[in-house]
């Protein structure tokens, strides 16, 4: 009878350790099916219009005409700071909070301008809005307002963006422009263009404007 027992015992451990790992690797096959779509999704959002103009093996100098862009300023010294409560704010507005109610395609990249002063977080918003089409935000931090043509050298990375890896790569532009001597100014600026809940395929920059040809 123990032996019954035992044998039993083993029929159902091995059993369970089969059920396991069948529901395991259907976890696994959903969650990379739900990172493909998302990738997809992130390929197909409406991205702001530039032009390269320069390339080089590390960064890539661009041109940007003008933009509409909606952005909240904060005293938020950090990216963690910054981050959530900027973008909640902004997607309220594309997502109906306005005068009309009307809800604003999302685009990327979102940028963020983070410094110990005042800090900025910017949707672009798409091409085919002007300034004066778009709807009056219900927040009154949220501003409209329309970029001017700007040169910017821009620098690429992966994974999730941190304090760290912004200021990693702000200096890591900042020493490639200098050993170019491509002249720059103004703040350097983070470029974020994937949804928290993206996991493979991130895209992150690193802008600054540059002094190039006669502007």
Do not use: C
């Not at 083993?10 to 369970?16: A, D, K, N, Q, V």
């Not at 809005?129 to 009154?140: A, G, Q, W």
Request: hydrophobic share 40%; net charge positive.
């Amino acid at each position: 009878m123990l032996h019954l027992i035992l044998y039993l015992g083993y029929l159902l451990s091995i059993t369970g350790m089969k059920v396991f790992l069948i529901v395991f690797i259907i976890i696994v096959i959903i969650l990379l099916f739900l990172q493909f779509m998302t990738v997809m999704s992130t390929q197909k959002t409406e991205r702001q219009k530039y032009t390269v103009v320069h390339t080089e093996p590390e960064f890539e100098i661009r041109f940007y005409p003008q933009a509409v862009f909606a952005t909240i300023y904060s005293s938020a010294k950090t990216y963690r700071e910054l981050a959530s409560p900027g973008f909640r704010r902004l997607a309220a507005y594309i997502f109906g909070g306005n005068d009309s109610r009307t809800k604003i395609s999302m685009t990327a990249p979102v940028q963020m301008n983070i410094n110990d002063s005042l800090s900025e977080m910017s949707f672009v918003m798409p091409a085919e809005y002007e300034t004066e089409k778009l709807p009056k935000p219900n927040d009154s931090k949220v501003t409209i307002h329309k970029t001017q043509d700007e040169y910017v050298a821009a620098i690429r990375f992966g994974g999730f963006a941190s304090d760290e890896q912004i200021l990693i790569n702000s200096e890591k532009l900042k020493n490639l422009l200098s050993s170019k001597g491509i002249d720059w100014s103004g703040r350097f600026r983070y470029l974020g263009y994937n949804p928290p809940w993206q996991l493979i395929g991130r895209r992150n920059e690193i802008i600054v404007s540059v002094k190039w040809g006669d502007n």
